[in-house]
């Protein structure tokens, strides 16, 4: 690839994680709004409106800070970080807008309007995970920009190194999401390694493995992240 690719792959990865700064940014700006309202649960009657805490907005912004110093630093392992923080956001922003719309403080199938803070938590949703696709492009021009390895055609064939904790951030992924972008990061990154070293390298079913339970897991996040988002209910 032409000597230039390297600077175009970090520029894809620092555009992905501003837009997971931006999206942390409105998360931030949530809680300073009413999510939604409906009719409240008997005995009370009449309207409840939910919000959130405060104290989200001040981690929110602890979190969109740390992921501009992955946008300013060119350093990978902090872009892959700034990767981690930006899911958790999309996460947070996902699990806050549908906990909001099925409160037990509103009757059973109320009818839930959202109001600004819930526009922009599916905003900061949205922008998060468009982040995340833009950062893995990124990482995915980065290996293959890899220079040629200098593996010896000779004895003990060697693990890429990322293949491991491919499967292992994968894996934890399914649990724990915040590691699934990770996943895939460190899967293409293994993918592009053993590309480097003319199939010297072993762990390509490791790597495949985290990058496909990775994409599984971001998948599955897009898909109830966004449907809950607008269709989530109280008792439903």
């Known amino acids: 690839m032409p000597d230039a690719s390297l600077p175009r792959a970090i520029a894809t990865i620092r555009a992905g994680l501003g837009l997971g700064a931006l999206a942390a940014a409105l998360l931030a700006l949530a809680p300073l709004f009413d999510i939604a309202d409906g009719p409240a649960a008997p005995p009370r009657g009449g309207t409840f409106t939910a919000g959130i805490g405060i104290s989200v ?25 700034g990767l981690v923080l930006v899911t958790g956001v999309a996460l947070v922003a996902g699990l806050l807008v549908i906990v909001a719309r099925t409160s037990d403080s509103f009757a059973d199938g109320a009818d839930v309007t959202l109001h600004g803070g819930g526009f922009l938590l599916i905003g900061s949703f949205w922008i998060a995970l468009a982040g995340i696709v833009v950062a893995l492009v990124g990482v995915r021009m980065v290996a293959i920009a890899a220079p040629p390895g200098t593996i010896p055609r000779t004895g003990p064939q060697q693990r890429a190194r990322t293949a491991p904790l491919a499967a292992m951030l994968g894996t934890v992924g399914v649990v724990i999401v915040i590691t699934s972008a990770l996943a895939v990061a460190y899967g293409v990154l293994a993918l592009g390694d053993i590309r480097a070293s ?37 008792g439903g």
């Open 57 to 81: 907005s001040a981690i929110a912004f602890t979190a969109c800070l740390a992921i501009v110093v992955g946008v300013v630093r060119e350093i990978l392992w902090i872009h892959l970080l």
């Open 198 to 234: 003319g199939e010297r390298l072993t762990g390509r079913g490791m790597a495949v493995a985290g990058i496909a339970l990775g994409i599984l897991v971001l998948s599955l996040l897009a898909a109830i992240g966004g449907v809950g988002a607008w269709v989530a209910s109280p």
